[in-house]
């Protein structure tokens, strides 16, 4: 029994220890034990414990067990919760991204699509330039990203529903 009270009052000492208490004894699942002492303690709440029968201990740790599974399955189904709402997040952020790049312009290229570099060709004086075009990387990425968000809202990829 733990010591740490309520109030003043005897009557109102806890009957069970607090989960800080037992990870402090060392307890290495602290929720468990808390349950299977509170199936213990409450099974001796009569009046009188004449006559009250043989303590079914097998079926007492399946309520316990099955009451544990419940209790720790309410984080994951808040995690789902969270996650879902992220994904609505992330869904509005790129849906906003893929309408602004609709009109924007490659830093790069201009809008070309093509990318010109030059450098000095070592021949007349090393004021000529070499020119070298190519497809603008940038614009190929920004087009793969554009595509990619496009097929996966025609896809309608959501979460799935469980």
């Not at 806890?14 to 929720?31: F, K, M, V, Y």
């Not at 720790?72 to 992220?86: D, K, S």
Request: with cysteine.
């Amino acid at each position: 029994m733990s010591t740490t009270k309520h109030t003043g009052s005897p009557e109102e000492q806890r009957i069970l220890p607090t989960i800080a208490e037992l990870r402090d004894n060392g307890e290495s699942d602290p929720e468990a034990a808390i349950i299977f002492q509170a199936l213990g303690a409450a099974s001796t709440c009569w009046e009188s414990m004449e006559g009250t029968g043989v303590f079914q201990s097998d079926r007492a740790k399946r309520i316990g067990d099955e009451l544990l599974y419940e209790l720790r399955a309410i984080p994951a189904e808040q995690e789902v919760e969270t996650l879902r709402a992220e994904v609505e997040r992330l869904r509005k952020a790129g849906d906003a991204m893929l309408e602004r790049l609709k009109y924007a312009k490659c830093p790069t290229c201009e809008g070309s699509g093509i990318m010109q570099t030059g450098r000095p060709n070592g021949e007349g004086g090393g004021d000529a330039m070499r020119m070298s075009v190519a497809p603008c990387t940038t614009c190929e990425i920004l087009t793969a990203v554009k595509e990619a968000w496009t097929t996966a809202k025609e896809l309608n990829v959501t979460p799935s529903e469980r």
